[in-house]
């Protein structure tokens, strides 16, 4: 018995040998488990080697399955449109992403791994609209706080009934507008019902607001650290439901969570000076969180008391630690 489970154990170790001790990298939350099936890119389809945008914009083309390895740098001059089926991969210790954001539009089944995406003014740094099925993992986006709110857009937003996504061990830094999950409080129609999305094992270290914040959907934010998240992190309002466990907040961060309806005007003070009014949202709070000095602000309980799938909590105590070895590039 004894010899079983040690060659066992053995053989576990050699197939997770790439990753740090205590992190798991494989595909886990509404990505994987969803109703319409498991969220494989381009698995099955031909892999293209691609360095130059021209060659990159060509080969995320169309529905045929394909995993695009990306080399190098790649100063975009408009948003790279992925299709259906598609694996996009930043080779090695990752590929560079400038110029233009990238969009995934009435698409579905999409992978991004190991890009960095910096100082993205069109756009977004990654649009996820009208799609399903999409895994945005081990990635790094970042630009800087000096220009206010508005100056560049969100890091990854995810929009109009969009559903069945994973967002998991991505370096999100130096930047004020992190996630937004449904775009307005006026797209009731469109977004309720959707917009199921599962943030893990991802580091924020110093960004303004929504990390993430969500409209009519429901996330599952857990095993996540945020060091120096200045104004308010996770936002749910507009009858949104967060489900929200196992997260450590460290430094100058001011508000964790809130399902207060109110849009700060630390995020958008475009519209009105004394922020925006909308309904409120919900939260529940799973496993236990550590939320250092921030507050939080719990005006609805909800109903999304469980994911609906499995998934292992990495114990609070490790957070930080797990987080910052596993999260960003050059670690898949
Ligand atoms: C990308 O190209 C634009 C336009 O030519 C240029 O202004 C910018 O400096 C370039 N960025 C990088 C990172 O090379
Ligand atoms: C690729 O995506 C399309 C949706 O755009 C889907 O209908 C099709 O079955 C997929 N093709 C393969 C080979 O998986
Ligand atoms: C959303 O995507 C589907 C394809 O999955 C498409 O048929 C539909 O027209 C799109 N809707 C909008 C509003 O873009
Ligand atoms: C929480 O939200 C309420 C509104 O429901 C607001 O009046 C209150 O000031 C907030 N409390 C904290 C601690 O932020
Ligand atoms: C969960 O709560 C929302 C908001 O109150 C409600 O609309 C929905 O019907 C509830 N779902 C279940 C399954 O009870």
Redesign the pocket.
Known sequence: MKTLFLASLASLNFLTAAAPAGCDFSLVGFAKDNPIGPTTGGQGGKTIKVTSPAELAAAVQGNEPAIIIAQGAFNLTSRLKVGSNKSLIGAGSGALITGSGITINSNTNVIIRNLAIRNILDNDGITIQNSTRVWIDHNEFSSDLDHGPDHYDGQCDIVRASDWITVSWNYFHDHWKSSLVGNSDALRDVDSGHLHVTYHHNYWRHEGTRGPAGRFGHQHVFNNLYEDFLYQAIHSRSDNQVLVEGNVFRGNTR?AL?T?GLVIPDDSPNTSPEGDWEL?GFANLGAKNDWGTA?I?I?QVGNFTRAPYRYKLTPLKQVVKVVKAGVGLGKI
Do not use: A, R, W
Request: glycine share 0%; proline share 0%.
């Open positions: 508000e809130s207060y409120d507050t602000n005006t």
